[in-house]
């Protein structure tokens, strides 16, 4: 790849670190944040978001500064229930609003039946683990596919 305005010369190290940090970054954009932005378009003001991040199952989310770009959903009023709902941080969900959340890093032990009745869309992060090839419906309850884009996929839930 060539970077424009950037020397490069094998003996210019700074340039070529340059050139590969600026590579890896477009590589990023184009897996995971640019679907995204596609995915977000979706879901709509108010609604109650569960993410599953299967991060370590996707080669562009090993940068974590997209382990959870779902938390910028809530620009939008979506709630997000990672973001603000732990004991270190100063601003909280109020207590009767809490829902069920899954663990930042156990979305393996996600089941629809358990997640479903408390939000309107699950948006899986990382295709290969994506709990909904197996299981699209439970409890009363189904998914239904959104949106893809990328490695990630929208799924809104619907009460049978």
């Known amino acids: ?3 424009s305005g950037v020397s490069q ?3 210019d190290g700074v340039a070529l670190a340059y050139c590969s940090v600026h590579e890896r970054l477009l590589v990023v954009a184009q ?10 378009d979706a ?11 299967y991060v370590d199952g996707d080669d562009v989310t090993r940068m974590s500064a997209l382990a959870h770009v779902h938390s910028y959903l809530t620009a939008k009023g979506i709630y997000d229930p990672h973001l603000f709902d732990n004991p270190s941080t100063p601003i909280r969900y ?6 069920p959340r899954i663990p930042w890093s156990g979305p ?3 089941t629809l039946g358990s997640y479903a009745p408390h939000y309107d869309y699950i948006l899986v992060q990382g295709l ?3 709990p909904f090839v197996r299981e699209s419906e439970a409890n009363g309850y189904r998914v239904r596919l959104e949106k893809e884009a990328g490695m990630w996929r929208l799924y809104h839930v619907e009460r049978e």
Not at 31 to 40: H, N, S, T
Not at 43 to 53: A, I, M
Not at 94 to 99: E, F, G, I, Q
């Open 1 to 3: 790849m060539v970077c």
């Open 31 to 40: 897996g995971g944040w640019i679907p995204f932005l596609e995915v977000i």
């Open 128 to 130: 290969k683990d994506d």
């Open 9 to 11: 010369r094998k003996e």
């Open 94 to 99: 109020r207590s009767d609003l809490s829902m």
């Open 108 to 110: 393996r032990d996600f």
């Open 43 to 53: 879901v709509p003001g108010g609604s109650r978001l569960l993410p599953l991040e």
